[in-house]
């Protein structure tokens, strides 16, 4: 009895201490959403953007839930965006100051960032930005400033664009770990690295071509706002002239070195804030908290907004993942509202899964059938990415746009050469000519092989039905266009992949156009789980993130970026229309 006792006291107290720590943080949360809804804005005040958490296209954030933000690890754009084009027409803020940005997002990303502070200055407010150290791609973005300025001790980084892929044959055949291939494509490309240790010439070929593609779309748009001419921006990188302060000075990559008091001093003077006092500021993170408050659109009809971002992977997916799960759920809630009257998927998916993107195509049909649909692709809209985006009425990327990969393969892990040399063998029974397929230990039959074979193909061939149907071309146009290439969102719409070129803003727009819609508001689904309910959900796999961060502590990042992507091959199941390379630009 004494037993008991104590044990029900004790499930007893810790519930009771549960329920404190609880009621103790949700008081907490509190206090902390009263204080930021005391964010003041001054006069002649500056948006300072210190952007150095990962940018995604979207977070999901509920505005009514009062742990919001919690335990984000990362940033969205689209709020982002909006409260830069608040802060546009606010009086209050006099300029933006870009300070110190380590930018963790996409090429894309970058340039709809850059697109917004352009359109902010037109409303006759200065960009200003400053850097200890600008990064390539943060010196892309810095770019679009009235004035730029770097410490005496720092640095910038301008030599161009370049791309790697690492090779695994020699590593498969000294562990005797294999990744058996099937695939449709003559650039279908990821699955490359399996097979050779070289980049082959249709490979390269590709590569230097997108890369190509986006560096003339960044020093395009850095040429206009430097007043400095393409080839010399070519010149510069190729000589490494902006490899130190003074040498981005002489270059005019910079319009001076400068310590930041000394730059703090150039805000003053842009407000007219007398150098004695202090200058007003407002960090992004909390003008974000104003901004979302505000509107930009407004209207009793609705444009739905579905983001797809991440991999494309079967299931219920999540904010990391497509899965037809949410998506199909935000499509059908969109579709069934009397009062969404167009609908814009947002895509920003290098692929993956062919099925779960045909089940996401077939959605996109049925929404199409009721009310307008237009794409807008992020970053990378690529193989599956590009699945899903075909159907739509209207498809728009940006000119930095990774997209197309239109092609199809499938892998599959093999380690009869380990089992042999560590002396296992394996033995099967089945009761059927065929019900023994395949084995992990065994090498793989030509019969198994001809059968994947044959599902690759007939994907690949609906897979280009689907481009046919959508893009209003031949299967033979189609097929042309495809076999795995890769291209950037200009040569997209060089070759009638893509309608137009424009962002989300833009997209939304086409989408108010085909629904005859002058005012509208926006509607943005999927609703993720917030931070908080993922941090409390994290406790339950505690042990293997610890584990996680333990390995890449001690092997490095680079060789546990190498060990996820061996992982995630072998994770992968079905068919795969995934983008054709693992591909690191710098």
């Known amino acids: 009895m004494n037993f008991l006792r104590n044990l029900l006291a004790s499930i007893l107290g810790c519930i009771i201490a549960f329920g404190i720590l609880f009621m103790m943080f949700f008081i907490f949360a509190s206090l902390v959403g009263n204080a930021e809804d005391g964010v003041v804005v001054g006069e002649n005040t500056v948006l300072e953007l210190q952007l ?3 940018i995604k296209d979207y977070v999901g954030n509920d505005e009514l839930d009062p742990f919001s933000g919690f335990f984000e690890e990362s940033q969205g754009l689209d709020e982002i965006l909006h409260a830069i084009e608040i802060a546009k027409d606010d009086d209050r803020i006099k300029g933006i100051s870009i300070n110190n940005n380590f930018l963790i997002a996409g090429l894309s990303q970058a340039q709809a960032l850059r697109k917004a502070l352009k359109d902010f200055k037109e409303n006759e407010k200065f960009v200003y930005a400053f850097g200890d150290y600008f990064t390539q791609k943060d010196y892309y973005v810095a770019s679009v400033a009235d004035e730029i300025y770097v410490n005496p001790v720092g640095g910038l980084d301008f030599k161009g664009l370049s791309a790697e892929v690492l090779f695994y044959k020699d590593l498969q055949e000294k562990t005797g770990v294999k990744i058996e291939v099937i695939r449709h494509g003559k650039y279908k490309s990821a699955v490359e690295p399996y097979l050779s240790n070289e980049m082959s010439e249709a490979n390269r070929t590709q590569i230097g071509e997108l890369i190509g593609s986006l560096w003339d779309s960044m020093i395009g748009e850095i040429s206009e706002e430097r007043n400095i001419s393409e080839q010399d921006l070519n010149i510069i990188a190729d000589t490494l002239g902006g490899r130190s302060p003074a040498y981005a000075n002489i270059s005019g990559l910079v319009d001076g070195v400068l310590n930041y008091d000394e730059y703090e001093e150039r805000l003053k003077d842009a407000t007219g804030t007398d150098l004695e006092e202090d200058q007003n500021y407002v ?30 992977l079967y299931g219920e997916g999540s904010q990391d993942i497509i899965g037809q799960g949410i998506i199909n759920e935000a499509l059908t809630t969109a579709r ?20 779960t993107s045909d089940i996401i195509w077939r959605q996109m049909e049925l929404t199409k059938a009721v009310k307008p649909v237009v794409v807008s692709m992020g970053d990378v809209a690529a193989s599956g990415g590009y699945y899903i985006a075909v159907g739509a009425d209207k498809i728009f990327a940006e000119p930095t746009t990774v997209t ?14 380990l089992a042999g040399n560590i002396g296992i063998n394996a033995e099967q029974v089945g009761t059927n000519k065929n019900a023994v397929d395949y084995s992990l230990f065994e090498p793989m039959s ?23 149907e959508g893009r209003k071309i031949s299967v033979a146009a189609a097929d042309s266009l495809a076999q795995g290439r890769v291209w950037s969102g200009s040569d997209a719409t060089r070759l009638g992949l893509v309608d137009e070129l424009g962002g989300l803003k833009d997209a939304i727009a086409g989408a108010a156009s085909l629904a005859g819609l002058e005012s509208y508001g926006i509607k943005k689904y999927p609703k993720y789980k917030s931070g908080f309910e993922r941090f409390m959900e994290s406790f339950a796999s505690a042990s293997v993130q610890s584990k996680e961060v333990f390995i890449e502590k001690e092997i490095g990042t680079e060789a546990y970026a190498i060990l996820k992507q061996i992982k995630s091959v072998m994770q992968q199941k079905g068919v795969q229309v995934r983008m054709p390379f693992v591909l690191n630009i710098k």
């Open 52 to 54: 150095q958490q990962p």
């Open 446 to 468: 030509d019969e198994f092989r001809a059968v994947v074979q044959e599902g690759i193909e007939e994907t690949y061939s609906t897979f280009l039905d689907r481009v046919s």
């Open 283 to 312: 960090a992004l993170q909390d003008y974000i908290k104003i901004a979302n408050k505000k509107k930009i659109h407004s209207g009793a009809d609705k444009i739905a907004v579905v983001f797809a971002q991440g991999e494309i």
């Open 404 to 417: 197309g990969s239109i092609g199809v393969f499938g892998t599959v892990p093999n380690m009869s050469e």
């Open 336 to 355: 069934e509202d009397e009062n969404v009257k167009a609908v814009v998927l947002r895509v920003n998916s290098p692929g993956g899964s062919a099925l």
